[in-house]
DNA sequence: CGGGCTCTTGATACGCCTCAATGCCCGTGG
DNA sequence: CCACGGGCATTGAGGCGTATCAAGAGCCCG
């Protein structure tokens, strides 16, 4: 609904020899399922890239071609109408493994939202890849599978939460999906913009930032600056993105 | 937001020791990924029920420790909200594979929407089944990905569409996929009630039925009776799923 | 110290939900 | 065979939450 995509592009290309060594999004990455001996393998066949903001490395409709692992930065997945409203069916970071698909062509279009680095791997090379590695074929089901589940429960937000609920949903999820890789602050940061935010809740621009700020004046959070949240109350927050929001219905 | 859920207890249990071979849905599902003569092995994990409409076989939250295949009939997969709200992810028909979790319990619930039979798998066993098969892995991963795509393209719908789009999309993905498995009519069965479309699309069952009456007197589709819809206009009805409605917006 | 963003805030409109009544279908029993 | 009852579906009237339209505020960067 809001932002119309950009131009499809690859740039940049840095990185040695056997950068899987040194690569910080290995442990988070299927890539952990091939053994610290077998790297080399999986360096000849990984391309690193670098990409800014705005650039698409998969695009919706064309020929799934490539695969791609992210191993640095955020990119954020998304369909769209004829008539341009969109619809981010999820933001994917560090570790996250890109373009699985049976079909022919890409289902959704994947943009950087900011600065990023990725591995492309090649259709045909993967496929060997995986025939000699059986583990990794594992890991790649089981990734699919919690995907599954993360997609599960944005249908319910997507079909059943009010617009309170989906922010405060929004906000729970990035705390505890942040927290499993850092200090367990409140704070959490969002490198995505607010159109970004409505863009994936189903909700607009001017909601998202009316439910914000209600939140804040409510003291349940606070804005430092704006791409960050500082968490005041989480767990009023998670009773909120479950639907138990006192101020809610609730006649008791 | 409609129904609550019923009681899960599982009934029946007919059938004969390789009744794999004789399955309907064999073909259909991940089981083609076993050959003929290992039949046998498929047939000595694979627990043969039958379940009756309302009847729960995986609970949301509970311990994962079945997996299933749909061998006849329609079952819902649904989250809940604890004030009843409910968000039906998805139907699942013969040749349909459930419950596969990497996390220790389910993420929904399946229930069957009419009489079914399915064959359960539990855990060990066909953890078994998979190290001995690797193409029956393959299989799944096919099948996981297919399904992200068609949650994805669900995500859409929930997040942008509107009333009319969203049950045009419903009736125009029915007729898709009914064609894929017999001759090719305007005459799709609804084997699930107006709540469960409401559930399913993220509306109610007043706009879900107000939407259908106004197809109707469009001359779009027909009903001949509470399960069936013809459709009159197929292009149409996909045009509209599309958001490309030529009584909606475009203002040109 | 403007220019161009994104974000916030306000006023209003509208699509879908809610509540309520009626209609239809079908199984049950007289 | 027909009256009755209970589900499910349809239809109507009105309200609410979120979208839409329109300014204005804050921020970054040259």
Redesign the pocket.
């Given at each position: 609904?809001n932002t119309l995509s950009p131009r499809p592009v690859i740039v940049a290309k840095p990185s040695s020899a056997s950068h899987c060594i040194e690569c910080d999004a290995r442990h988070r990455s299927v890539c952990n399922a091939i053994g610290e001996r077998d790297l080399e393998r999986l360096a000849a066949v990984a391309n690193p890239r670098r990409l800014e903001r705005g650039q698409v490395f998969i695009e919706e409709g064309r020929p799934a071609i490539d695969f791609f692992n992210i191993t640095s930065g955020t990119v954020k997945l998304y369909k769209m109408l004829p008539d341009g409203r969109q619809q981010i069916t999820g933001f994917a970071g560090s570790g996250h493994f890109l373009g699985l698909a049976v079909s022919e062509t890409y289902a959704f279009t994947a943009e950087a939202i900011e600065p990023i680095e990725l591995c492309r791997f090649s259709r045909p090379k993967l496929r060997t890849l995986l025939d000699d590695f059986p583990a990794l074929e594992k890991r790649l089901l089981e990734t699919a599978c919690n995907e599954l589940v993360a997609a599960q429960e944005q249908m319910l937000l997507l079909g059943r939460k009010?617009?309170?609920e989906r922010v405060a949903s929004f906000l729970a999820t990035r705390y505890s999906e942040s927290s499993t890789c850092g200090p367990l602050s409140g704070r959490i940061s969002l490198p995505m913009?607010?159109?970004e935010i409505a863009d994936y809740l189903?909700?607009?621009?001017?909601?998202?930032?009316?439910t914000?700020?209600r939140f804040k004046s409510e003291g349940k959070i606070a804005?430092p600056?704006?791409d960050e949240v500082e968490l005041l109350d989480p767990h009023w927050l998670l009773d909120v993105a479950a639907g138990q929001d006192s101020r809610a219905a609730s006649f008791v």
């Open positions: 609904m009010t617009a309170r913009t607010r159109a189903g909700l607009t621009i001017e909601t998202v930032s009316r914000l700020t804005l600056s704006r």
